[in-house]
């Protein structure tokens, strides 16, 4: 009996330590600590940055996260019609558009992406580098850069 009884103290004990070990929740959004475009911060830009056809650009986007990142999805998209993202409304034209995910770890990253603005294939006008960070318990954040494309 007191062998029964010893087992059961111990056996609550332990029950009771793992329910004070509960897993942190993470309810945190991943932080945009800098993006840039050909080295121009575009955090809080008071204008727009104008991107040359037939010239390659950069974006270069540093974030960090309070306990793991996951992803990064870097999209560009035109923005003729004025659309407003909080319900995207992308025309099917031929315009300048990139659209990549990017597997991300640890609480910080950096990302740098190349791009080539062709003058063939590209329209003059505003567009949209969208940025959506993801963590790994499923929290996103969206920034969005405006910018212009233009032939000299």
């Known amino acids: 009996m007191k062998k029964i009884t010893f087992i059961s103290i111990v056996s609550l004990a332990l ?74 409304a992308i025309k099917a034209i031929d315009t300048f558009a990139f659209n990549e995910v990017y597997t991300l770890s640890g609480k910080t990253a950096t990302k740098t992406i190349n791009f080539w603005t062709n003058s063939n294939e590209v329209q003059n006008g505003e567009y949209h580098l969208e940025l959506q960070a993801l963590d790994k318990s499923g929290n996103n954040q969206v920034y969005v850069v405006p910018f212009d494309i233009t032939t000299p």
């Open 15 to 88: 029950y009771m330590s793992a329910c004070k070990e509960k897993e942190e929740i993470d309810s945190e959004k991943p932080v945009f600590k800098s993006v840039k475009i050909n080295s121009i911060e575009q955090i809080n830009a008071t204008s727009e940055t104008e991107v040359i056809t037939n010239e390659s650009f950069s974006a270069a986007i540093e974030l960090s996260d309070n306990i793991e990142l996951s992803q990064l999805k870097v999209e560009v998209h035109e923005n003729f019609d004025g659309h407003s993202h909080a319900k995207i």
